[in-house]
């Protein structure tokens, strides 16, 4: 019973070198992890670039990028489906290396912001393809492992993000998309020798376009009517027309997910006991941490005048915390419950917050360092326990699709924080208004965490 005479996929799999594998999808996977905590650092360097622009106009470079990869995650997961892994793996890496070229030559905020687009679709594309190319490459009894490889990848990405990030744009700011590209070039000749083909499924359902684009419609109306609101007046018309357009793309994203054939957030999903209150708390969440590090950000390069390379060593200390406290809350999240845990760290995050509220002016060390120590401490007990406890809400084969939502709802949050977080500051700069916003979304987070229940908040084994 020779494996050659069975099916065509068995061989492929054998023949892979697992090791060569995890290298090609790590650069990839690790390169869009980055890109967010890069970009963070250089933004002050790009307003400078792009004279004239104001702090709302850059804030489209972040929340675009993370809002478009959460719209388009769960139907370019689909998408790898139909076509093979391999297949969107590759072409997702191609795209964002593309368009990383066209970030660093763009002429002006919006053609960057235009690119950024760009960037986040092939982030989309590869991002799904990537666990599924390490599943075919691993053998049955190392699949588990290769999962927690690659979920491991984002805790160096954002430890190492600002630091890289600031040394780059030492050089100029337009290094910190320069780089991705031979990365991206290498991976891309390395993944046609070394990748895989796990089978396709050709006769899988089409993803679902029209709710994706609905989404990122209603979503970007949301955060240009937040960003642009002072501006305009709150009670402008066209402040308001942004709103009442967000209301109705929302709500015709949502008649839309309950009838295509695949949509972007499966109703069962969210009758599952725990899933809905998980998406909850990490959307919220990650709206507090997206506030969290670009007001990091701008108070050291706006209000200290700091370098980017200083302004990335002040903020490393943070998420340098996060990977070990990731890994060893893991067994008080199974004694404790999810909930509890993560509502911990909420209330650490919190206190860093209220730190740069209370003593942000005595100085980094009197002033920032604390802050950031709490809001690492904060972030290492909230974020992967709350991402774990979404998973753990769902059933083994409907794991992609919840993992995909999961992070469809922290990217939605991402935009969110950013724009939520310029409209606070103003044309003043308010900084002790902005970080009083991010406690109370924090509360709220904190709050959301208390409705997880002990079931679906703990790992299921």
Request: aromatic share 8%.
């Amino acid at each position: 019973m020779s494996s050659r005479a069975g099916v065509p996929a068995g061989p492929v799999v054998a023949r892979v070198r697992p090791g060569a594998v995890f290298a090609v999808v790590a650069a990839g996977v690790a390169m869009s992890n980055l890109d967010m905590f890069i970009v963070n650092v250089a933004l002050p360097d790009i307003g400078r670039q792009y004279a004239g622009a104001s702090l709302s106009e850059l804030s489209w470079v972040l929340s675009a990028y993370a809002v478009v990869f959460a719209a388009l995650l769960v139907p370019a997961g689909g998408l790898a489906d139909r076509v093979g892994a391999r297949r969107a793996y590759l072409a997702g890496l191609g795209v964002f290396t593309a368009a990383s070229t066209l970030c660093a030559v763009a002429p002006g905020v919006w053609t960057l912001v235009a690119a950024r687009v760009v960037q986040a679709a092939g982030t989309a594309l590869l991002i799904p393809a990537s666990l599924g190319l390490l599943l075919a490459a691993a053998p049955p009894d190392g699949r588990t492992a290769a999962v927690r490889r690659w979920a491991a990848i984002g805790g160096p990405a954002a430890a190492l993000g600002p630091v890289v990030g600031g040394l780059l744009t030492q050089f100029d700011w337009r290094w910190v998309f320069l780089v991705n590209v031979p990365i991206g070039l290498a991976a891309l000749v390395g993944g046609a020798v070394v990748l895989p083909r796990p089978p396709a499924r050709p006769d899988g359902p089409w993803p679902d376009l029209p709710g994706a684009a609905l989404l990122t419609a209603g979503t970007a109306a949301l955060m240009l009517g937040v960003v642009k609101g002072g501006d305009w007046g709150w009670t402008a018309p066209r402040t308001l027309g942004a709103l009442a357009a967000t209301a109705v793309l929302l709500a015709l994203f949502a008649r839309r997910n309950l009838r295509a054939p695949a949509p972007l957030l499966p109703p069962a999903l969210l009758r599952l006991p725990g899933f809905g209150p998980a998406l909850l708390a990490n959307l919220l969440f990650a709206v507090a941490f997206a506030a969290m590090l670009l007001s990091a950000v701008l108070w050291c390069q706006e209000t200290w005048h700091w370098s980017a390379l200083r302004t990335g060593l002040a903020i490393a200390p943070g998420p340098l915390m996060v990977p070990g406290l990731a890994i060893g809350a893991a067994p008080i999240a199974r004694r404790a419950g999810a909930g509890r845990l993560a509502f911990a760290g909420c209330v650490a995050f919190a206190a860093g917050i209220g730190w740069w509220a209370l003593w942000a002016e005595d100085g980094y060390a009197a002033g920032m360092l604390p802050g950031m120590l709490l809001t690492g401490v904060g972030v290492g007990l909230a974020l992967p326990t709350l991402i774990g406890a979404g998973l753990a809400a769902v059933p083994p084969q409907a794991f992609s699709t919840g993992s995909a939502a999961v992070t469809m709802a922290r990217q939605v949050g991402t935009g969110l924080g950013v724009a939520m977080l310029v409209a606070v500051l103003g044309a003043d700069g308010a900084f002790d208004a902005g970080w009083l916003w991010t406690l109370a979304v924090t509360a709220a987070a904190a709050a959301s965490c208390l409705l997880l229940t002990r079931r679906a908040g703990r790992p299921s084994g």
